[in-house]
């Protein structure tokens, strides 16, 4: 029941900036976690960023690749995520796809949103 919605993405030189955003929606709890992953066709969708809330329980882990250069954060309501990906890469050029975790009554349940195409070209 919930849905996840992208924005943001479009295409930027290689070194600059964007800020994607997710929001959710159809839910009444806070989502346990919400992040970000990316895909080139033909590959496989890998994790860029992952930001978990559990109460008093919370973390935030990037993969190796985007780490010291993107930024996660959880917003304020807890159903929307922003990415701030700094100094942008060609290799960054995918579709970033939003992705959150419901769990209920220790009862997981994913969602996927249907992805904002970021391009790192000159």
């Known amino acids: 029941q919930v849905q996840l919605v992208e924005s943001g993405g479009g295409l930027v030189q290689p070194g600059g900036s964007l800020r994607l955003s997710c929001a959710a929606s159809?839910?009444?709890?806070?989502?346990?976690?919400m992040g970000w992953y990316r895909q080139v066709p033909g590959k496989e969708r890998e994790l860029v960023t992952v930001a978990t809330k559990g109460g008093i329980s919370s973390s935030t882990r990037y993969a190796s690749s985007v780490k010291g250069r993107f930024t996660i954060s959880r917003g304020n309501p807890d159903n929307t995520v922003d990415l701030q990906m700094n100094n942008l890469e060609p290799e960054d050029s995918a579709v970033y796809y939003c992705k959150a975790v419901d769990v209920v009554d220790n009862f997981a349940t994913e969602y996927w949103g249907k992805g904002t195409l970021v391009t790192v070209s000159l």
């Open positions: 159809g839910s009444s709890f806070t989502l346990w976690s």
